[in-house]
T-cell receptor, first 112, second 114 residues
Framework: GDSVTQMEGPVTLSEEACLTI???????????LFWYVQYPGEGLQLLLK?????DKGSNKGFEATYRKETTSFHLEKGSVQVSDSAVYFC???????????FGKGTKLTVNP | EAGVTQSPTHLIKTRGQQATLRCSPI?????VYWYQQALGLGLQFLLW???????NRGNFPPRFSGRQFPNYSSELNVNALELEDSALYLC?????????????FGDGTRLSIL
């Protein structure tokens, strides 16, 4: 079945450092890809999405590009802030089944 | 626009009891999804309801069930509670034309089994 593998955490960075969280997927067909973020004590918020190969999703300084040739959707940010501290989840969905398949999550801590 | 709302925020039960969790989707959304976020197991898909019908089900036993009402709100019922049912239960919704549309999540119900 479909699956998502993302970089194990935790990741600890200093403010203004560069961030990359790796995400690769296994799926039949052409899934849609998502990054969700979960702040402490809250549910998931959609961070960005991409629906076809070579699409780039972006939001709040975060970016990710749908790479079909490498089946990857890595999350990047050039300069992280303390407020970016959260758990980040990579996910995919297939039309028809509609369910989201999540990676295990990567906890990011940004220190001032 | 109000987001997805879930109630209660916290629920404490004992083994063998039954729990009912509630979810109201974003206005105009017809699909409701339920996920379980348990420690060490990550986020797992439970159920998908659309237009009042169960459309898909994850790999969970039959004691996990639910329904969707005519106003598109939903209930998740868990019978014969077990200790391993302790988790954060997240509800999400999406609009009628779901293709490529993201799911929007509520803040969850924390279910604790004593």
């Amino acid at each position: 079945g479909d699956s998502v593998t993302q970089m194990e955490g935790p990741v600890t960075l200093s403010e203004e450092a560069c961030l990359t969280i790796n995400c690769t997927y296994t799926a039949t067909g052409y899934p849609s890809l998502f990054w969700y973020v979960q702040y402490p004590g809250e549910g998931l918020q959609l961070l960005l999405k991409a629906t076809k190969a070579d699409d780039k999703g972006s939001n709040k300084g975060f970016e990710a590009t749908y790479r079909k040739e490498t089946t990857s959707f890595h999350l990047e940010k050039g300069s992280v802030q303390v407020s970016d501290s959260a758990v980040y989840f990579c996910a995919l969905s297939q039309g028809g089944s509609e369910k989201l398949v999540f990676g295990k999550g990567t906890k990011l801590t940004v220190n001032p | 626009e109000a987001g997805v709302t879930q109630s209660p925020t916290h629920l404490i039960k004992t083994r063998g009891q039954q729990a009912t969790l509630r979810c109201s989707p974003i206005s105009g959304h017809t699909s409701v999804y339920w996920y379980q976020q348990a420690l060490g197991l990550g986020l797992q898909f439970l159920l998908w309801y659309d237009e009042g019908e169960e459309r898909n089900r994850g790999n969970f036993p039959p004691r996990f069930s639910g329904r969707q009402f005519p106003n598109y709100s939903s209930e998740l019922n868990v019978n014969a509670l077990e200790l391993e049912d302790s988790a954060l239960y997240l509800c999400a919704s999406s609009p009628r034309q779901r293709q490529n549309q993201p799911q929007h999540f509520g803040d969850g119900t924390r279910l604790s089994i004593l």
